[in-house]
């Protein structure tokens, strides 16, 4: 029965036509039903395996939306941090979905302490990221901009600028992963997703390295 439960089956069209959705509360009702079952069994599944990776207790954390009064959410993700009260402070691993797509991703964003830090490591081990990330991750400096600009496209002086700006702009910020185009039908393969969630959390796991 346990086995059962935490079978994951994968995203569908309905998962990301939630955010299609008209209106605050029935997004979130949608939301609520449809995709955050989903991410709460993410949860369950990764953190055990990011904490074997890290080398310490990583805790999932499921997006509430809980702040909104007005505007429906435009995406929702769980994320996985070394912290069991919260996430946005301390560099983290996400998985979440837009509309268009669905990410996974290494992230420090705009609150946590630790991007000058993770900035100057980076900076000193800039060779080495771009041998060891591939050219198809993507990086972005906002996370609440669908997308970013692939490693290969960015060469040397692009991710250069964008670290620096980490280092010196407060609310600058670093997301580094894959995108998963929502018609992709590894997405519906949910063991075959979960694999390849796996494999993209090994590559982007030096850089989580790097900003402890």
């Known amino acids: 029965m346990t086995e059962q439960l935490l079978t994951f089956e994968g995203f569908t069209a309905e998962d990301f036509d939630v955010f299609e959705v008209p209106g605050l509360e029935a997004r979130m009702n949608v939301l609520i039903d449809r995709v955050r079952p989903k991410l709460n069994l993410l949860g ?59 990410f996974v991703q290494f992230a420090i964003i705009y609150e946590s302490d630790n991007k000058s830090i993770f900035a100057g490591h980076a900076l000193k081990q800039l060779d080495e990221i771009m041998r060891y990330i591939p050219a198809d991750y993507v990086w972005s400096g906002d996370h609440m901009i669908p997308g970013g600009d692939k490693q290969g496209d960015l060469g040397r002086e692009g991710l ?45 796991l030096p850089l989580y390295k790097m900003a402890l």
Do not use: M
């Open 44 to 102: 369950e599944r990764l953190s055990p395996v990011l904490s074997g990776l890290c080398g310490e207790t990583i805790y999932p954390h499921v997006a509430k939306h809980a702040r909104r009064t007005v505007n429906p959410p435009v995406d929702t993700w769980v994320a996985f941090a070394a912290n069991k009260r919260g996430y946005k402070a301390h560099p983290h691993f996400q998985i979440g979905l837009f509309s268009s797509h669905l």
């Open 160 to 204: 250069t600028s964008l670290l620096k700006r980490l280092r010196t702009v407060k609310a600058s910020e670093a997301l580094c992963g894959i995108i998963i185009d929502r018609e992709d039908p590894l997405l519906q393969d949910g063991e075959a997703f979960i694999d390849k969630t796996i494999e993209t959390f090994k590559t982007v």
